[in-house]
């Protein structure tokens, strides 16, 4: 499985295992999503990330709270969250190409991905 360009999502990524394990995903060249309900340490951890030449996006998010995790995402009508999501699309698009698969319709997908998010 290839890491590099992934989206990872990392729930408990505020500290401990989740914190380590969003480091290497980060250092990897995966897009993480770092998931907990201390977002003042997840702000922290993406920064860290992001100087070692990573991409992350933080979510506060209690995993035992179901409404949190049916909720619509936070943010999903945000143009730089669009953006994000059309950059994701983009990456995902070259992997393709450089199996010989099809590419994706990229607006088609991002909208999807959106619809997806927000449930």
Not at 43 to 50: D, G, H, K, S
Not at 53 to 75: K, N, Y
Not at 93 to 107: I, S
Request: charged share 30%; with cysteine.
């Amino acid at each position: 499985m290839e890491i590099r360009g992934s989206v990872v999502v990392v729930t408990g990524a505020s500290s401990g295992f989740g914190e380590l394990t969003a480091l290497r995903f980060g250092r990897a060249g995966a897009r993480v999503v770092l998931a907990a309900r201390r977002l003042e340490r997840l702000e922290a951890l993406a920064e860290r990330i992001a100087s070692e030449g990573g991409s992350a996006l933080t979510v506060r998010c209690d995993v035992t709270e179901l409404a949190q995790l049916t909720a619509p995402a936070p943010g999903s009508g945000d143009p730089a969250l669009r953006e994000e999501v059309r950059q994701l699309v983009i990456a995902r698009n070259e992997r393709r190409a450089g199996r010989g698969q099809p590419p994706l319709d990229v607006e088609a997908e991002v909208d999807r991905q959106l619809r997806d998010l927000a449930g």
